[in-house]
T-cell receptor, first 110, second 114 residues
Framework: ELKVEQNPLFLSMQEGKNYTIYCNYSTTSDRLYWYRQDPGKSLESLFVLLSNGAVKQEGRLMASLDTKARLSTLHITAAVHDLSATYFCAVDRYGNKLVFGAGTILRVKS | DGGITQSPKYLFRKEGQNVTLSCEQNLNHDAMYWYRQDPGQGLRLIYYSQIVNDFQKGDIAEGYSVSREKKESFPLTVTSAQKNPTAFYLC?????????????FGDGTRLSIL
């Protein structure tokens, strides 16, 4: 059974600081997704990572995938308040049936 | 604009009552999904459908039922057999289940017990 663990589950950051969210998963998969959710809202797709060593960047966020270690990271550079949200990683079991991590609540303080 | 529409936004259920959550998409996606989200937890898959008139159980299907009579529509019924229905329900769609594109999500329905 595929299990997905995120850490930390809660992250309080100062504006301008850097930090990394980790996503570990228990069985082999070649597709991993990162989503953002604002309170009471839907999920917004951030990144799709499809192969070992994949790295994608959008603004202050950068995601990477190491399929051998079964690890993905979401790195935040010089955080700003607008990045406050909950971030989920989701791993594809097969056929686009996703298993989600519990989410990381990010709060950026000015 | 293409997207996924879920209704209602808020729904209240009485004891012994079945309620139906609506999900409509105009993205021409083949696959549709229903997830349940509880506070502080990730999403869990309830049901999914790859094509019209076909659907499969996800991880927590007990107490729920679905239908897929049209490509655009995938309603979810929360039956009285679901003893703990209070949650945030999200509908999603994707081009097809084997594609690498991310799932697109609706805005969700928040279901509570009266």
């Amino acid at each position: 059974e595929l299990k997905v663990e995120q850490n930390p589950l809660f992250l309080s950051m100062q504006e301008g600081k850097n930090y990394t969210i980790y996503c570990n998963y228990s069985t082999t998969s070649d597709r991993l997704y990162w989503y953002r959710q604002d309170p009471g809202k839907s999920l917004e797709s951030l990144f799709v990572l499809l192969s070992n060593g994949a790295v994608k960047q959008e603004g202050r966020l950068m995601a990477s995938l190491d399929t051998k270690a079964r690890l993905s990271t979401l790195h935040i550079t010089a955080a700003v308040h607008d990045l406050s949200a909950t971030y989920f990683c989701a791993v594809d079991r097969y056929g686009n049936k996703l298993v989600f991590g519990a989410g990381t609540i990010l709060r950026v303080k000015s | 604009d293409g997207g996924i529409t879920q209704s209602p936004k808020y729904l209240f259920r009485k004891e012994g009552q079945n309620v139906t959550l609506s999900c409509e998409q105009n993205l021409n996606h083949d696959a549709m999904y229903w997830y349940r989200q509880d506070p502080g937890q990730g999403l869990r898959l309830i049901y999914y459908s790859q094509i019209v008139n076909d659907f499969q159980k996800g991880d927590i299907a007990e107490g729920y039922s679905v239908s897929r009579e049209k490509k655009e529509s995938f309603p979810l019924t929360v039956t009285s057999a679901q003893k703990n229905p209070t949650a945030f329900y999200l509908c999603a769609s994707s081009i097809w289940t084997g594609d690498n594109q991310p799932q697109h999500f609706g805005d969700g329905t928040r279901l509570s017990i009266l």
